[in-house]
Every structure is written in C-alpha cells, then in structure tokens.
C-alpha cells in the first residue's frame, strides 16, 4: 500500500482545487512544489501590509455562476473591478476600448459618431483579404490610430519581434464597446479574495501535506514510488525529458519598488504602449484591496526572453509548438498512473476560471 492516494506535482491553483476535493473524498495527498511558497503564479507577498502580486496582476473573473460559488463558499472576495489605464506618450487612455476611449482618441461623444469614425479608419485596409500578419489583421479590425496608438507597441514588446513578423491569428478580432463602462472583464462576477489570493489557497490545501524547496525531478524515482497516482501539473515537455523537442513560452520580469508616498498612480494597472518603453505596465498593489497604507508597492513588468531557469508564462501556440505539444499529449494519453493538468501540462494560457472548472472536470472523471 502506497503512503499517499495522490502525488500532486505543483502547489498552484489547478493542484490546489485537485487536492482539495481529493481531500474531502478521503483520499491522502501529498503537494510538493520546488519554490519556496505555495500558490504558483498567484502567490501574493505581504510587503508593509500590502498584498503583492508576485507574479504579475490576478483579477479573478468569471461569467460561470458555479466557479464564482465555489470560490466563494472557500473564501470572501472584494468587489474590486479592473479598470486599466493605456499610456502613450504621456496621454493615459481607458481600456477596454469604450466611449472613453474614443472620445479621448477622436473626440467623439455618441456611438454613432465612434462608429462612423471606426468605420473611416478601416476602410483604407479593407482592400486586405487575407491579412499576412498581424499588422495587417489589426488595420484591417481597427484602423490606424487605435493600432499605432494602443496595439502596436505594447504587442511588439509582449512578443519581442515586430508586429509584421508575428501571424495574424494572434488578434482574431478587436472587441469595441460603445458605452462608457471601464469595466475590462466582461463576466458577471469579478473580485480578488479578501487577504489575497494566499487565504484561498490555504484553504484549498487544508488537509493536504505540502512540502515545497522539493523538485520533483531532484528525486524522480522515489516521488514516483510514494503515491499511487500522480498529478503533474509542470511542463510537459520536461516531463518527457524534451524527447518530442522543447515547448516555447515568452517570460517576464519584475522590478519592485516600495515607495515613500500613499498612491503612485491612482490605479492598479497603467499598460504602457510605446515601443520605446521598456515594460508593458506598472501594477501598484494597494487598489487590488482599496488600500490605506501611508506607503505603496509597485510593480515595473517586462517581457522577457524565456530559456531555462526563467519562468514560463506565455505558450507561442505556433504550428511548429502545437505540433510538438500534439506529440506530448499523445504520450500523456498512454500513461496509467500519472494524470496531467494546469496551464503548463496542458501548454495553454487560462484563466483563473478556467483553470479551476479544468480541475474540477479532472476531478469528476478521476475522484469516482
């Protein structure tokens, strides 16, 4: 008889919400992770009372009534909302892309008028039928003030190479709202937990053994002797050992700066959108949980190159790494012990939503 049911590799929320209903079914887990905390990329770090957010900005978003009740009945959430801000070139612009936005760019105080200007915009490209990049597809979606402006920087840095030398796929469409509503996520339900995202996951692995400063790969052969079955939720290619080839991903970086003032910019996310910017927006922790701390935290994010010993975060969903993760999920269906989930298994960008209804789903078919 095996020590534990289930050996979960990763404390991040897909891990979490496993371990958690695993737990409450009678099943003994064991979830290791080889940073020193738990969470994953939700980690918050308490600095001078604030919660940071580690590892970029989470807003907790859904338009899945049934996700929004079972985070809540775990822990209370805030009614914080995200509201961005773009800067470029000193002008600050609302996102998403509403009446704000437009009035600010043209001037323009109706949806008529916005659509009418929209429309103008996009004509001198419509001659495009099939959009060789992603330049292309975003004059062809929004015209030339919106893409210079609010797309074609901050795109460029996100990716690392110009907007002409990335497929179009990656803008599929622009979406425009014609009222004035800041509100960023369109879903019904949207929060961030009361304490940060640090009680939620404390709660999710109540009953669970955790160690972390483990690597699972440190010591591959007797982690896979402990449990009877295993939850990998790390990349997937290192799994394998990198035999189908390696996945790639985009990077980021942070600088954190606590600083002597109350408030930096009066909001959590300002994206700044030049290309000659070095980072793509600047989170300032306190208004995730309307702060009155006399000091502030702030994050400068930057993309980054990704190579080993930097994090994954972003997958490059071209057709080469689709096929590649093709070749590694046909592997994973062969397997009898070990089960895979979670953004990096599964080589996908999801959101917080996402993830758990993922877990969930895993969870019905597996925990019978």
Known sequence: ????????????????????????????????????????????????GIHVHKYGAHIFHTDKKEIWDYVNQLVEFNRFT????????????????????FYQLWGV???????????????????????????EQALKLCGKDIYRILIKGYTEKQWGRSATELPAFIIRRVPFRFVFDNNYFNDAYQGIPKGGYNVLIDKLLEGSDVRLETDYFE?????????????????IDEFYGFRCGSLEYRSLRFEQQLLEMEDFQGNAVVNYTEREIPYTRIIEHKHFEFGKQPVTVITYEYPDNFEPGKEPYYPVNDARN??????????????????????????????????????????KHELK
């Open 109 to 135: 105080r109706t949806p008529a008028e916005a659509k009418a200007k929209i429309e103008e915009q996009r004509s001198c490209y419509q001659s495009v039928t099939e959009p060789a990049n992603l330049e």
């Open 1 to 48: 008889m095996k020590e534990y049911d289930y050996l979960i590799v990763g404390a991040g929320l897909f891990g979490a919400v496993f371990a958690h209903e695993a737990t409450k079914l009678g099943k003994r887990c064991l979830v290791i992770d080889k940073r020193k905390h738990r969470g994953g990329n939700v980690y918050c770090e308490d600095v001078a």
């Open 219 to 235: 010591n591959r052969s007797y982690w896979d002797e402990i449990a009877g079955k295993i939850l990998f939720t790390g990349c």
């Open 82 to 101: 995200n509201s961005p801000l773009a800067c470029y070139e000193g002008r600050l612009y609302n996102l998403p892309f509403n009446m704000n936005t």
């Open 322 to 363: 689709s096929q590649i993760y093709q070749d590694y999920q046909a592997l994973a269906q062969k397997e009898q012990r070990v089960l895979f989930g979670g953004r990096l298994a599964q080589y996908t960008y999801a959101d917080m939503d996402d993830t758990i209804e993922a877990a969930l789903e895993l969870c």
